[in-house]
Every structure is written in structure tokens, then in C-alpha cells.
């Protein structure tokens, strides 16, 4: 066969790949959010109260965390091909019967059932793209990690749609003829990799500390005002402390080998992690200073907050050509760089009031520098390990991905009590806003240490 066959067969099958992958994640992605605002719904038609109707959300998102530290295991084990359709199958059919639930408890248990399913498609998704991807990595992944950014964002859109127009039930069944295609498209498109397959022992001891470790720490963060939060915080820590040690001693046998953490790898996780965590530290704190210091009401900030979008939007599908251009560092550090200069404004405007033309302006330019910071540190991580890595490398990826937005979250939401304590609420959240330019910085600094091009990343 020719270069030139052989190069268009390669782009056939990432295409193929990329769109059943794209399915799956877009769909568990934009269910994390789905629900957020049909609550006062379900719970007058399912005659329950808040408290228990927020586990439908809770549940879902907690039962998502618990299932990620098994994805490189359960990969190495039955192959991402048959993974991935029965993950697929499971979160069509839990979907299903989400919709068919006539008690919050029924709908809670669904939805846990509907996250330990898809808590395994995104990074999945990345996998199965990083493989087929080779040289054109940089843009591949940015068509990857898209449903990751667009699915929470259209979530709560098409919720808002189908309840102007029908019952809460088609939130759920909206899902089931997708899932169907997908599931169809999967078994036809995706390539056979018996041979990829790896098993290993799991390690047992790894899985009972890591992912009970994950949800408290995030169940913790999410209630970090009240004592049970920040006792569940301490043992979520206390967990990942007795992991490292086990992971060490077990080595290449550990749920999550640690040795990955080295170079490259170690530099794009440092930066996912500081990354996520500015982003959605930024994404809490500015609607809770829109609303609670400048007066806006949830609908007027939802609109103010479009640029933001907009801005990550612009990047996102030519981030791969921006990287072969400028290089994997230089689009990196230029982005970290822009998302730490428009967060100076925010200093200013908790002390000195809101400037619509500069919040637009700022939160545009910030939009543009989140999404070419995400990116460039995802293709160096994947471009330097082996291939036989890869499904260990998703899944420490997206562990730290997962981590890095409460950590940060919450010691925003701790130092803006602390700071309110102290003086007044403006100060409170100029102190915040310091802070995050502070992590922004550290992000600039970690940009910097990423390879200068994708082909000085490889392993």
C-alpha cells in the first residue's frame, strides 16, 4: 500500500474512532449537569425534598469519581473496545430507567448506576483517540477533550428546552436512542484490540483506599462550611497519603503506577491540576461576587458569563494547528499568561465595582487562554509514555483533573470565609481574586517546563 493510501486509511480510522468516542463522552459529560436545573421540578412531581433530590446529582458525580481509578485496570483486562460498549450499553439502559423512576429513591439509584457507567466513557474517549491519533496527536485531542468542555456547558440548555416543552422523564430518554447508535457504531467502527490487552492483577488493597479516598474528598469539598466536610477531608487525605505508600512498595502492580509521574508527564499533570483548579475556582467564585456583591440576579450572570465561553470556543478547534505552528510551550505559557493577566481586573473591580465592558473583555480573553492551556499539557502527557502505558496515563490524568477543581475550590471557599471574617466583603473577594492570580502564576510557571514541540515530548 502507498504512504498516501496508508495516511488516508490512518485519517479514516481517527475519524471513525473520534466520532463514536465523541458520542459516549459528550453524553456522560452533559449528564453531570443535566439535572442541575430540573430540581424544583423532581421534586414536586416525585413529591420529595431537596436534600434528597440533590443525590441525583451528587450520586452521579460521586459514582463517576469511584469508578475512575479502575479504568486502566479494567482496559489491561477485557480490551477499551468491549469497555467501551458495555459502558456504553449500561448508561443507555440506566438512562432508561432514570426515566421510568416513580420515587426520588428509585431515581438516585439509577443515577448512581448511570455514573459507575459513565464515569469510565471520557477517559475512554481519550484513550481510544490517543492510540489511533500517532503523529497527529495534537489535533486529535483537542476533538477528544471537546465533549469534556461542550457537555456540561449544553447540559443545562437542552434541560431547560425539554422542560418548556415536555416532562422531566425526557431528560433521561433523550439518551437512549444515542446510546443506541453509538453502541451500534461502536461494534461496526471501532478497531479490534485483542492484542493491546495487558492483564494484571488488581490490586485490591489500591482500589479500597483510592476510590472511597476520591469520594470523600469530593463529597468533603462540596460541604467544606460544615464540620462533617472538613472531617471527611482530612480522611480522603489521610487515603491518599496511605495510597502513595502502597502504590510505591506495589510498584507496576499498584491501580495507579506512580512511576508515570516522572518528566513530562509529571510537568503536564502539575499543570493540569493548577489549571483545573483555577478554572473552576474562577467559574465559583465570580457568580457568587456577581450575585451576592454586585446585586445581578442567576439569569443576568449566567448571560454575562457567555464570553467566557465563547473565548474557550475560539481556540478549541485550532488548537492542534496552533500547537504544530507555535510549539506545545510557547501556546501554553502565552495562554497561562492571559489567564493570569484578566484576573487582575477582578482584583480591582471586588474593590472598586463592576465595569461591564471590562468583564466582557476579560472573561473573552480569559476564555482564549483556558483553551490553550488545557490542551498542549494533555498532548505532551500522552506523547510521553509508551503506548502500553496509555490506559494507566488516562487514568492518572484524569484523577488529577478530577482533584484539582475541589482542592483549589475549596481553599477559595475557606479563604473567602476567613476573609469576611476579617473585614469587609469586598476585601474578602479581592483577597480570593489575589489568590488565584497567585495559582495562575504557578501556572505560567509550570507551561514553562513543557516540552518546546510534540516531537521532543516522546517517550
Not at 465595569?355 to 505532551?380: E, K, Y
Request: glycine content about 8%; charged content about 10%; proline content about 5%.
Amino acid at each position: 500500500m502507498s504512504s498516501v493510501a496508508t495516511e488516508r486509511a490512518d485519517t479514516a480510522l481517527i475519524w471513525k474512532v473520534g466520532a463514536v468516542a465523541v458520542m459516549g463522552s459528550f453524553l456522560s459529560q452533559m449528564d453531570a449537569t443535566v439535572v442541575n436545573v430540573s430540581l424544583p421540578t423532581l421534586v414536586r412531581d416525585l413529591h420529595s425534598n431537596l436534600s434528597v433530590m440533590q443525590w441525583v446529582t451528587s450520586g452521579y458525580l460521586l459514582a463517576l469519581a469511584f469508578m475512575l481509578p479502575m479504568n486502566g485496570w479494567l482496559v489491561d483486562r477485557i480490551g477499551a473496545r468491549r469497555l467501551y460498549m458495555i459502558c456504553l450499553s449500561t448508561f443507555t439502559v440506566s438512562s432508561a430507567l432514570c426515566a421510568a423512576a416513580s420515587s426520588a429513591e428509585m431515581l438516585v439509584a439509577f443515577r448512581v448506576l448511570q455514573g459507575l457507567s459513565g464515569g469510565l466513557l471520557a477517559p475512554m474517549a481519550q484513550l481510544m483517540m490517543a492510540r489511533v491519533a500517532g503523529k497527529n496527536m495534537a489535533r486529535v485531542m483537542g476533538y477528544a477533550t471537546l465533549p469534556i468542555l461542550l457537555g456540561p456547558l449544553v447540559g443545562p440548555v437542552i434541560a431547560g428546552a425539554i422542560l418548556q416543552h415536555a416532562s422531566w422523564h425526557w431528560l433521561f430518554l433523550i439518551n437512549v436512542p444515542v446510546g443506541i447508535i453509538a453502541v451500534l457504531c461502536a461494534m461496526f467502527l471501532l478497531p479490534n484490540d485483542e492484542a493491546e490487552r495487558n492483564p494484571r492483577s488488581l490490586d485490591l488493597t489500591g482500589l479500597a483506599i483510592l476510590s472511597p479516598g476520591m469520594v470523600l474528598f469530593l463529597y468533603g469539598a462540596d460541604h467544606v462550611r460544615e464540620r462533617i466536610g472538613m472531617v471527611l477531608l482530612s480522611i480522603a487525605a489521610l487515603c491518599l497519603v496511605f495510597f502513595v505508600r502502597h502504590a510505591r512498595l506495589r510498584g507496576d502492580d499498584a491501580l495507579v503506577d506512580l512511576k508515570l509521574f516522572h518528566g513530562t508527564f509529571r510537568v503536564a499533570a502539575m499543570t493540569q491540576f493548577l489549571s483545573n483548579g483555577a478554572v473552576y475556582s474562577f467559574q465559583l467564585m465570580l457568580p457568587y461576587l456577581l450575585v451576592r456583591q454586585m446585586g445581578f440576579s442567576p439569569a443576568k450572570v449566567g448571560w454575562l458569563l457567555m464570553p467566557l465561553g465563547l473565548g474557550m470556543l475560539l481556540v478549541y478547534p485550532s488548537n492542534g494547528w496552533l500547537q504544530e505552528r507555535f510549539g506545545i510551550r510557547r501556546l501554553a505559557v502565552v495562554g497561562a499568561s492571559i489567564v493570569a493577566l484578566t484576573t487582575v481586573p477582578f482584583v480591582l473591580m471586588s474593590m472598586r465595582g463592576l465595569s461591564l465592558p471590562v468583564l466582557v473583555i476579560a472573561l473573552f480573553l480569559r476564555g482564549m487562554g483556558q483553551g490553550a492551556i488545557g490542551l498542549p499539557s494533555i498532548t505532551s502527557a500522552y506523547l510521553s509514555v509508551p503506548r502500553r502505558e496509555l490506559p494507566m496515563a488516562t487514568t492518572s490524568m484524569n484523577i488529577v483533573q478530577r482533584l484539582g477543581g475541589p482542592t483549589l475550590t475549596t481553599l477559595c471557599a475557606t479563604l473567602l470565609a476567613w476573609g469576611m471574617e476579617q473585614g469587609t466583603q469586598p476585601a474578602a473577594f479581592a483577597w480570593v481574586f489575589g489568590f488565584l492570580c497567585l495559582i495562575n502564576l504557578a501556572v505560567v510557571a509550570a507551561t514553562l517546563r513543557l516540552p518546546l514541540r510534540a516531537s521532543q515530548a516522546h517517550a
